[in-house]
Nanobody
Framework: QVQLVESGGGLVQAGGSLRLSCAAS????????IGWFRQAPGKEREWVAA????????YYGDSVEGRFTISKNSGENTVYLQMDSLKPEDTAIYYC?????????????????WGQGTQVTVSS
C-alpha cells in the first residue's frame, strides 16, 4: 500500500502562486508515476500533470501548460506542483495519485492510490 498526503492549498488572488506538495509513504518502490488531478464542483476530475518518480520532465494538461510546474527532488518521496499565474478557473480540489504502471497516463482510472485532496481557491 501507498499513502499520499497533499498539502499547500489555500486561497489566493488571481495572478498569484501556490505550491502544492504530495508526500508518499509506504511501498513507494512499487510506483512509477505521480500525477496531479483536480475536480471542481459539478465537473469531472481533470488531469493536471504527471511525472516519473525517477524525476525528469513532467507532462501537463493543456489548461495548465506554461503556468504549472511539477517536480520531484532526488531522494525524496515528495512531488511538488508549483502553480503560477493562477486563474479563477483553477479553483478546485487538487488530488495527487500514484500509478504502478511503467507508462504514465492522464486517465484517473489508471492510478492506483489517491490522496485526500487539498482545496485551492482563486479569487478574481
Amino acid at each position: 500500500q501507498v499513502q499520499l498526503v497533499e498539502s499547500g492549498g489555500g486561497l489566493v488572488q488571481a495572478g498569484g502562486s501556490l505550491r502544492l506538495s504530495c508526500a508518499a509513504s509506504g511501498q513507494t518502490d512499487s510506483i512509477y508515476t505521480i500525477g496531479w488531478f483536480r475536480q471542481a464542483p459539478g465537473k469531472e476530475r481533470e488531469w493536471v500533470a504527471a511525472i516519473s518518480v525517477s524525476g525528469g520532465s513532467g507532462y501537463y494538461g493543456d489548461s495548465v501548460e506554461g503556468r504549472f510546474t511539477i517536480s520531484k527532488n532526488s531522494g525524496e518521496n515528495t512531488v511538488y506542483l508549483q502553480m503560477d499565474s493562477l486563474k479563477p478557473e483553477d479553483t478546485a480540489i487538487y488530488y495527487c495519485a500514484a500509478d504502478r504502471s511503467y507508462y504514465w497516463s492522464s486517465s484517473p482510472g489508471a492510478y492506483d492510490y489517491w490522496g485526500q485532496g487539498t482545496q485551492v481557491t482563486v479569487s478574481s
